[in-house]
């Protein structure tokens, strides 16, 4: 897969050129620090008046992702925006810089890693469940996200699909067909619609051990909304004691309608985002910060960090096979069980150490393994072309000694899988593979990343650190007038 099909890029050149991509070049108003921090702490204080725990519904739009090295699209430099300049400079005939593919992302929306608001989300999901258990026997989640992001980075990030309703759909989200449970896969889908049928692909559902088709859903302009998760995110949001927006202009119909419908009951809305929205005027709170700041500060104040590292894993499928003659073999890898679909992304070069054990028996019917170490296939190129790799290595002859004593070969192999992704990624990743007579598939859980948020959110707050007659204490913020903190962000609102 090359660049120039993945990423916010990507995605939208293969959308359809009919839809209405709302007002662009959104320019950014942010807070000054020491009101961001006051609007954060009121916020908590907000969060913390409930009796029980709260339910908290997130509504989260682009903006959540940009840390996470992911284009938006309507900002300064947003593919829409950026598309829309290219589009006039043709029509006057102006020489223009830009070209979509210099907007692709650093990487692609495969090698994204959740950013530290994704993290934050899903860290108050799990503690704040256990809290709801002790106290509430309500239905409504403790925690529920509602999202228009494609990037799969919630689910990622460790958010229960349960917990999650994504209204455009998931580049990298399968579905069962029999128990429709949702799970990420390490490859994009580049199908349009609702609940398609991800072509080639059978893999086993953890939940409910099914093999078989799995649907996907990436929308287009045209396409109607998943009517389950539409219907989800409005309960939900009706329900909730305080909606929060992160990171969305709010211009997309009907998502844009949601988070307001907490009010209906007296729930609160909050909108973080660092440009205005036309929801602002109904908004308890606005705060003009980025997502991952606020969510720090938020999570500082509800005595809830540190933020546990997030380990990246992903699902390789190998077989060795060894020829009768003991002259060749080969290692296939692949992202499913029967071999035969998405190729795994993380790894583009190989190189294989193997150890030959020979039995033998000797006068005394005992039987002597002999070892041999071989080495092959130093940094070995494989194709990204090939929808399973498949490396092909020779294997010396055995001594004219060892045939005419062996009883047995068998091989141990280890692989070593080479890639040239971000430092949060494993240089290396070594499998152990063993050989007898047979050849078998196995699957090989492997860690391929790990992201440590501590220096993130360290900086953040020392960021945000002022003084102490500053910042509101929890009695003050209860009285605080909400119509300055509306003052201070809300400009022209359309």
Partial sequence: MNNDDSGSCGYAARLSSSGYRGKLNLIPQPDPHFITSSKAQYLATLMLQSQTAPSIVFHTGAGISTSSGITDFRGPQGVWTEQARLKKSKLSQEPSSFSVQQQTAPQSMIYALPSVAHASISHLESKWKCLKQEKSSTSQPNVYVVSQNVDGLHLRSGISSDSLAELHGNLFGVECFRCRTRSVVDFELFQLGVHFEVEQMLIACETCGFIGRQLGSVLDWNDALPRNDLKSARK?????????????????????????????????????????????????LIIRAPCD???VLLLQKLDLLPIPEYDRHTQLFTQLSIEHSILQGSVVLASDQFLSCYHNPFFSSASITMIKRVK????SSKSNPVESKITLLQDAKVSTDQS????KFEIPELQLKEQQQQQSVSFQVTLQLHHELPSEYERCVEIQLE??????????????????YDRQVES??????????????????????KQLFMKTSQRNVW
């Fill in 236 to 284: 939900f949001s009706k329900s909730a004691d305080h909606c929060i927006v992160l990171g969305s202009s709010l211009q997309m119909i009907p998502s844009r309608n949601l988070p307001e419908l907490c009010r209906a009951r007296g729930g609160r809305l909050t909108i973080v985002n660092l440009s205005q929205t036309p929801k602002d005027n109904v908004a308890d």
């Fill in 293 to 295: 700041d606020v969510m």
């Fill in 360 to 363: 033998t028996e000797d006068h």
């Fill in 388 to 391: 399973a790799w498949k490396l």
């Fill in 435 to 452: 050989y007898s007579n047979a050849s078998n598939t196995i699957k090989h859980e492997i860690l391929v990343a790990r992201r440590n």
């Fill in 460 to 481: 953040i707050i020392e960021k945000y650190a002022i003084s102490n007659q500053t910042l509101l204490s929890d009695d003050d913020s209860l009285k605080y007038n």
